[in-house]
């Protein structure tokens, strides 16, 4: 297993891309709650992030809703099952996390489907910012509710008159 990773600046803040065997493996943000330690994201080198990067910088300049990019996710298989369908949440909505649950054929399981959610490697492009209490709180985050908050408020359309960079 051959492993690189690369830092990359972003509106919220400075990003660490994680490659297995060149395949983003991890998207780790400041201050990351579930964030592995550094010594495991192998050794410095930008080039297998570029089409990420690319990728990053048009769904800031709002040119892009869908991330079409390879992934290896390390996680159980109920893990994996969670994240598959973070990524079926179109850009700009939301879902509970007993939505999923019940998507998953697994209703009573709202607390797994949140455990799964926090663990997620690859935060922003499996949106897992979108997945909202079912009141329509905003509950926990990896990357801290604020970025929550304001990943969810650009999605929207809210943040459209901010300047991102």
């Known amino acids: 297993m ?8 972003s509106p919220y803040g400075l990003l660490t891309l994680v490659a297995t065997d060149g395949v983003l493996s991890g998207l780790y943000m400041t201050d990351h709650r579930h964030r592995p330690p550094q010594e495991t994201f192998g050794d410095p080198d930008p080039r297998p992030f570029r089409e990420v990067i690319r990728q ?12 079409d990019l390879p992934l290896q996710l390390a996680g159980t298989p109920f893990q994996r099952r969670v994240w598959d ?7 700009g909505e939301t879902r509970s996390y007993g939505e999923l649950a019940v998507v ?11 455990l799964a ?3 997620n490697p690859v935060s ?7 997945v909202i209490g079912a009141s329509g ?9 604020d970025r929550k908050q304001r990943l969810l408020a650009f999605e ?3 943040a459209a008159e901010e300047t991102l960079f």
């Open 2 to 9: 051959n492993r690189q990773h690369t830092v990359t600046d």
């Open 56 to 67: 990053l910088d048009a769904y800031y300049a709002r040119e892009l809703t869908t991330f």
């Open 85 to 91: 369908e973070l990524r079926k949440i179109p850009y």
């Open 104 to 114: 998953l054929g697994k209703p009573g399981a709202s607390r797994a489907v949140g």
């Open 117 to 119: 959610n926090g663990k």
């Open 124 to 130: 922003i492009i499996v949106p897992c910012h979108r």
């Open 137 to 145: 709180s905003l509950t926990g985050y990896g990357g801290g509710l």
């Open 156 to 158: 929207s359309g809210a």
